[in-house]
């Protein structure tokens, strides 16, 4: 178990973070608050994999109450509270969010989704059909109503986790790669091998994203990570508050629940501080092929000029993927494996990532320090999967 900062030899450290995307980042930033000393490993650059490619979606709208709604709104105060010591190169927006539906039925099952998300903690309020043109003067007619969550809010996901890496003042090293996690005899973690040499540690942290699965795999165990890509579309610069806050169709959140390997799309529209507006989101299952689609990007823009019809003559600038980490249940490993002494994962959040970053890297800090959470961690076990060989492995 990793000691506290000062009762450690000089030099020596407390873990290893594998990753510097927005997850591994928080990780580095509360293990340093907790006064352990870590190193952040990347094979790229800061924020290169999911984070690069997100949309900085702080988001507890799209949740069901359970573990995962519960991440959410601790991460929500942890933003909150790191809004206020961060640079605002970081762009915090608590904007909040609108979610709108298309017809009565639609709208009758988002109110019973948010009554439930109420009951957890959720602000959450029904908006009127005639009501939607207040929070959204360029929205469509026709639309039946909506909830407005006033707690969603936004953030530049590379600048976030550059900013935490900072403030961790981690020992950050980049474009090297892990070849090995190096452990004792008994099978417990004692460091990583790297592609610079060896760094020693007694506890090592999976914060790989999407390549979670192969990173625990390389450490000697199971974890089905797999990634569903997405692609994000980008306007050109539009008047400020064009679009006021993070709106999208009710029928979003039927497509993040989806187990389907096939291109689902719901819009979700968002402007940025900087001017452009952001139009996602899609999402299929289709392996690391990073081949534009012009299939999922045609259904995106009729998406979101349907929602926005002021969006019609707007051009489109730029289009970007990523991939989302994935595993079957749809909710994050998350917490020290009991499979592997001084082996924590920090992985799997989906979509959802950079929106529970801060939640996830609290938690992992205190598995390093071998202290109580502050969730309940039993849902996130990193050893809830079965592996194929039929062994919970």
């Known amino acids: 178990m990793p000691t506290r900062h000062g009762s450690h030899v000089p030099g020596a450290l407390d873990a290893v973070i594998v990753g510097a ?27 290169g994999g999911t984070t690069g490619a997100g949309e900085g979606n702080l988001l507890v709208s799209d949740k069901a109450a359970g573990p995962e709604l519960d991440l959410a709104l601790l991460s929500t105060r942890l933003w909150r509270e790191l809004a206020r010591t961060l640079p605002p190169e970081t762009e915090y927006e608590p ?8 017809d009565g039925a639609a709208l009758t099952a988002l109110r019973a989704f948010a009554e439930g998300q109420r009951g957890a903690g959720v602000e959450a309020h029904d908006i009127p059909a005639d009501g ?9 007619p026709g639309l039946a109503g909506g909830v407005h969550y006033p707690q969603d809010a936004q953030i530049q996901p590379a600048m976030a986790a550059a900013q935490l890496l900072r403030a961790a003042r981690a020992e950050v090293r980049l474009g090297e790669e892990v070849t090995a996690v190096l452990t004792d005899a008994r099978g417990a973690v004692r460091g990583v091998r ?56 009710a029928d979003y959140v039927t497509d993040v629940a989806s187990d389907s390997a096939a291109l689902r799309s719901s819009a979700v529209v968002e402007g940025t501080p900087a001017g452009p507006v952001l139009i996602g989101a899609t999402r299929e299952r289709a392996g690391f092929d990073r081949s534009l689609s012009p299939r999922a990007l045609r259904r995106l823009a009729a998406q979101a000029t349907a929602l926005f019809p002021v969006l019609a003559g ?8 990523g991939f989302r980490p994935y595993l079957p249940d749809h909710l994050p490993a998350v917490g020290p494996d009991p499979r592997v002494p001084g082996l924590h994962h920090a992985c799997g959040h989906e979509g959802a990532g950079i929106g529970l970053a801060p939640a996830t890297g609290l938690l992992v800090a205190a598995g390093l320090c071998g202290e109580r959470p502050a969730l309940d961690l039993a849902p996130l076990r990193p050893d809830r999967f079965t592996h194929p060989g039929g062994d919970p492995r």
């Open 95 to 102: 904007k909040g969010g609108l979610v709108v539906a298309a």
């Open 132 to 140: 939607l043109r207040d929070l959204e003067p360029h929205l469509a």
């Open 314 to 321: 707007v051009r489109a600038i730029r289009a970007y993927s």
């Open 194 to 249: 790297t592609t610079r040499g060896d760094l020693r540690a007694p506890a090592v942290v999976n914060a790989t994203g999407t390549w979670g699965g192969g990173f625990a795999a390389l450490a000697g165990t199971h974890l089905p990570v797999l990634p569903r890509r997405g692609f994000v579309l980008v306007t050109e610069p539009l008047p400020p508050r064009l679009v006021r806050h993070k709106v999208y169709a």
């Open 21 to 47: 995307g927005v997850v591994g980042a928080a990780c580095a930033y509360y293990a340093g608050r907790a006064g352990l000393a870590v190193a952040v490993v990347d094979r790229g650059p800061v924020a």
